[in-house]
Nanobody, 115 residues
Framework: QVQLVESGGGLVQAGGSLRLSCAASGSIFSINAMDWYRQAPGKQREFVAVVTSGGTTNYSATMMGRCAISMNDAKNTVYLQLNSLKPEDTGVYYC?????????WGQGTQVTVSS
C-alpha cells in the first residue's frame, strides 16, 4: 500500500507560480513512477506530468514548458512546479503513484488561478 498526500495548492493570479508537493508513505520502495493529473470543474481528469524512479520525465502538450516535475533523492516526494499559470489551469491537482501492478491516488490539492 502507498499513501499519498498533496500540498501546495492555493489561489494565485494569472502569470503566477505555485509549487505542489506530494509525499508518499508506505511501500515506497515499490514505486516505479509518480504522476500529476488535474481535473477542472466539469471536465475529465487529465495527465499533466510523470517522473519515473529512474528520473525520466514526460509532460502533457498543454503544460510543456510551463511546469517541471521532480522527485527527491529519497524518492518519497514528488514536486510539480507550475509557472505562467492561466485561469484555465484551475482545478484539483492529483498525485498518482504506480507501484508494480497497482496505482494509488492522493486526495488532491486545489489550484485556483484568477484573471
Amino acid at each position: 500500500q502507498v499513501q499519498l498526500v498533496e500540498s501546495g495548492g492555493g489561489l494565485v493570479q494569472a502569470g503566477g507560480s505555485l509549487r505542489l508537493s506530494c509525499a508518499a508513505s508506505g511501500s515506497i520502495f515499490s514505486i516505479n513512477a509518480m504522476d500529476w493529473y488535474r481535473q477542472a470543474p466539469g471536465k475529465q481528469r487529465e495527465f499533466v506530468a510523470v517522473v519515473t524512479s529512474g528520473g525520466t520525465t514526460n509532460y502533457s502538450a498543454t503544460m510543456m514548458g510551463r511546469c517541471a516535475i521532480s522527485m527527491n533523492d529519497a524518492k518519497n516526494t514528488v514536486y510539480l512546479q507550475l509557472n505562467s499559470l492561466k485561469p484555465e489551469d484551475t482545478g484539483v491537482y492529483y498525485c498518482y503513484a504506480v507501484a508494480g501492478p497497482n496505482g494509488y491516488w492522493g486526495q488532491g490539492t486545489q489550484v485556483t488561478v484568477s484573471s
